[in-house]
């Protein structure tokens, strides 16, 4: 338990950390990366290998231990309703590590400090959540209850967004890069009421997955982290559409929560 404990301060620190940072400091990351002061610490990588990098040491963890649980008590069905939980998050990452890091031959090169922090965090969340539910939280059995269906769907929903958003932001790259155009703003679908619905797509991933976990602290402390990052970096991508856009305000977008920021 004290590693647990440890480490989910540790996540919440981050949060903390993203909040006031990113209110001071833009980070490096996609278009708003070329020229930031930061982006000459370290080689920078091809998107689709950075994403790779970054974001599969979860996928790592998920296996790890549900391999681990299975060895540890002969029975993959001890701790079935932990397994079904971690495939979730397991999902997720399979899909921003070889599916959607596949799809980013046009994107920009991501400097070193974004994705070596990127990688940090995703071997210390992934190994935090997958050590949680396959070895310290108690065995629960899989069964379909409210619990789990309005956590499922929320995060079903909010995965469905992330990777409809993000498809349609890679399509405008592509087209941009055959046709040689500029940077244009985004149209259609939830791009209609905030600047970037795939972080609120994510956003709403994470409070589902929340509710699924039962809101074990471990889970809250990542969807605290999630919330800031992403809320931040919204506001940033937002300022970079007003920067780049003199009419993009008239839209009348939110951030990333329709109608609220």
């Known amino acids: 338990m004290e590693k647990t404990t440890l480490l989910t301060w540790v996540l919440i620190g981050f949060g903390v950390f993203t909040q006031v940072a990113l209110s001071f400091i833009k ?17 920078s990588l091809p998107s689709s290998t950075a994403w790779i990098i970054m974001e599969s040491p979860v996928v790592f963890w998920c296996v790890f231990y549900i391999i681990y649980a299975c060895v540890l008590n002969g029975n993959v069905f001890y701790r079935l309703g932990n397994v079904v ?45 997958s050590y949680y539910l396959m070895v310290e939280s108690e065995p629960i059995p899989f069964k379909l209850d409210l619990k789990f269906l309005l956590g499922a769907g929320l995060f079903l929903l909010g995965f469905s967004i992330n990777v409809k958003c993000d498809h349609m932001l890679i399509n405008i790259r592509q087209k941009k890069k055959a046709e040689e155009q500029k940077y244009v703003i985004p149209h259609g679908f939830l791009f209609e009421y905030v600047t970037c619905p795939n972080y609120f797509g994510e956003v709403v991933e994470w409070i589902g997955w929340t509710m699924l976990c039962g809101f074990s602290i471990p889970s809250l402390a990542f969807a605290f982290y999630s919330f800031s990052y992403l809320t931040f970096r919204s506001n940033q991508q937002y300022q970079w559409y007003i920067e780049r856009f003199p009419t993009f305000s008239k839209l009348n977008r939110k951030r990333i929560y329709p109608y609220l920021y």
């Open 85 to 129: 939980q971690l495939l979730f998050l397991f999902v997720h990452y399979v899909n921003r590590s070889f599916i959607f890091s596949r799809k980013l031959v046009h994107a920009n090169h991501v400097p070193f400090i974004t994705y070596f922090l990127a990688f940090i965090f995703c071997m210390i969340n992934g190994y935090l959540q």
């Open 27 to 43: 980070v490096p990351h996609g278009k708003t990366a070329k020229g930031h002061f930061l982006s000459g610490f370290g080689p």
